[in-house]
Every structure is written in C-alpha cells, then in structure tokens.
C-alpha cells in the first residue's frame, strides 16, 4: 500500500529495514517518502535509507551514498548508524579503513547499548583490529550485548568461559551462554556446547540448564534490536 510521509515516520521504529518497501506496487512510492523524510532531516529514515543502499535493495548500491546518509544520522546521535559507520569504516566499504575511526563509532553505539556495536567492539578487542588484544575487555563487550540477547556474542562469550580467557575458567557459564546461543541454531555454538558437555559433570550440566532456563535479556538502552536497521555485519 503507498503510506503517506507522516505514517512513514511513523512506522519507521516499528517495521525497521524493508517493511516500508513489501508492497511491490508501491515500493517506489515509499522509497520516495523515505527519501522526503531523510531529507527533512529524520535519523532513523537516513539510517534505513543508508542500509537500503548498502545492500543494494530498491536502489543501486551505493557504498558513499550510504557512508553519507549514516554520516548525517551518526551525527544526530542515532546508535543504529554510529554502528553501521564503524563498520563501513572498520571493513573499508565506501571509505579508506580507519581501524581507529571505527573503533570510536562502534564505542559511540556500544555505550548507549547498541547490541550490534557491543559485538563487534567485543570483535576488536579479541582479535586485536586497530588496537591491542585483549580478552577482558572482549568479554566485557561480549557480555553487555549478550545480556541483551545477541546471539553471536552469546556464543564469543561462553567460548571465553570455557577457554578461560577474559574471565575466570567456568564450565557453568560457558554452557549456559552456549545453551542460549544453540538454542538459536547457531551452528559454532552447537559445537563448542557439544565439545564442553562431555567434560562436565552432570551436576554442573544441571545448574547451568537451570540458568539458562531462567535466564530473561537485559532491557537495552538504545532502541530496541526490532526497532534498528539491521545491518548485522560482524566482523
């Protein structure tokens, strides 16, 4: 259906990437209000027109014209786009690398709880991209975005706990945050779980099941993982 520029701005939190372009006998109408309302200077519409460009959808891919519409939302504050810069900046698409320039963006991100920039922070850290390793602030990353539910970092953090890197050795947690993880379908997580479980003792198997049984995600402080355009790009 064609949706009129005030109900754009209005579903942009709640359908996020693509919602806005599904109906292919419109799409062109609403890609247009998504432009109008960029232009008026709305964040979250530059963002999502930004992602929309990065991935080639409805429009001819564009690296610099994303790397210009993140820009212009970065600059407003938006986290989702502080996020999707450092990673534009991180993997040198539309932009010279800059390890350090997108370390400070995905900081930016990170710090109002942005799970994706949590992650990839965390990737940073862990495989030392710009800026020495370090496995204790990986796994506070790690941690930060996987109390919100980010599945990646779930598995990057209970393979730290198994490992015993940035954290104390503990067969408990790695289980319980790989449990979480596998219980998503991801595929290393499924590994590394299985790996560990023939190491534990059935008690220790009992109470991490236990934990992630009860285990609830932490509220975010930026906007909520259905609310962002998802650009996911790990590292």
């Not at 980010?150 to 319980?176: F, I, P």
Request: glycine share 8%.
């Amino acid at each position: 259906m064609l949706l009129k520029l005030s109900t754009v701005l209005k579903l942009l939190p709640v359908l996020g990437l693509l919602g806005l372009l599904i109906s292919p006998l419109h799409a062109e109408d609403n890609l247009t209000n998504l432009r109008r309302a960029a232009e008026k200077g709305n964040a979250t519409a530059q963002c999502t027109l930004g992602v929309l460009h990065y991935i080639g959808r409805g429009v001819v891919q564009n690296y610099q014209e994303a790397l210009r519409l993140f820009r212009l939302s970065a600059e407003q504050g938006h986290a989702a786009a502080q996020s999707n810069l450092g990673v534009m900046y991180l993997q040198g698409k539309g932009v010279a690398q800059d390890f350090k320039e997108a370390e400070r963006l995905l900081r930016l991100a990170a710090n109002k709880g942005h799970a994706t920039a949590q992650s990839n922070l965390g990737i940073i850290y862990l495989h030392g991209k710009g800026v020495n390793k370090d496995f204790k602030e990986a796994a506070k990353w790690f941690r930060m975005a996987a109390d919100q539910g980010k599945t990646s970092a779930q598995t990057r953090l209970g393979h730290l706990y198994a490992l015993g890197q940035g954290v104390a050795r503990d067969d408990v947690n790695a289980h319980m945050w790989l449990n979480l993880a596998a219980s998503r379908g991801d595929k290393e997580a499924i590994k590394l779980r299985e790996t560990l479980t023939k190491r534990m003792h059935p008690d220790q198997l009992a109470k991490a099941q236990e934990l992630a049984k009860n285990w609830q995600p932490s509220p975010t402080l930026a906007e909520p993982r259905d609310k962002r355009p998802p650009i996911e790009q790990e590292i």
